[in-house]
């Protein structure tokens, strides 16, 4: 299928825009582009070592303009999944910064039982003490937790990839490992927020305001978490790049996306070559 008219973009960060602090070939000249030719774009990231005002910042150390509005990271997604759901003491498998952006959105109470177990990629936290806190919690046999329904405490993930991309160290062990332990000990399914939940994805382009025509797109590195569950279901036009994460054979994983291309970069030349309205 020939790629449709595109009236919005959404744009992965890690791996496809960037490579830990170094932009990817051509990146911050094709972000500029888009923004001359009038396409809308949203920065969509997984982001959940670092805090989303910290994220934003060495993007743009790294040369890419933003506005708070167009960068929506998983954290703020729990941000307003605590929110909405009254949350008072969630346990947090997350770093401090993470942690903290969290926290920030709520009225914490350390004084009453804990009422969430949430996940992100937090390293240093993925070991057995944590791990079984987190896994006592969902059960019910926390000290705390003595005479409430463990049924009603929610298992929350950032997101569940099982690998990600480290820079100059390659493929990582992401969060998804370990959200996928805690979900078979407690036989529960997790609730994502983040990439590839398909609430993410709506929650991101009802922010889009655009008159243009056209479908929403959605760029990324990683064929599963970036273009895979939500995106597959809201028919998003699906773009895989050969940059971060990738690796060859990754295309005919996942359904296989709609278009490949080099990079970011290519991408964008191509669309705005291609599209007669720019």
Known sequence: MAR?????LLIDISGTLMLGTTPTPGAVQALGKLRRHGIPFRFCSNTSQESTSVLQ??????????????VWTSLKAVQTHIQTQGLKRPYFLLTEPAKDECISAIQYDGSVPYDAVIVGLAPALFDYSHLNTAFRILV?????QKGLDPGKIPLIALHKARYIESSGHGHVLGPGPFVAALESATDREA??????????FEAVIESVESDREGWIAVIGDDVETDLGGGAIELCLWRILVKTGKYRAGDERRGG??????ESFAEFVDLLCGSDLEL
């Open 4 to 8: 449709p008219k595109i009236r919005a």
């Open 57 to 70: 910042k060495r993007m743009e150390e790294a040369g890419f303009e933003s506005e708070s509005q167009e």
């Open 191 to 200: 609730v994502v927020l983040g990439k590839p939940s398909r609430g993410f």
């Open 256 to 261: 296989g996306p709609d278009e490949v291309c």
């Open 140 to 144: 019910g046999e926390s000290d705390s």
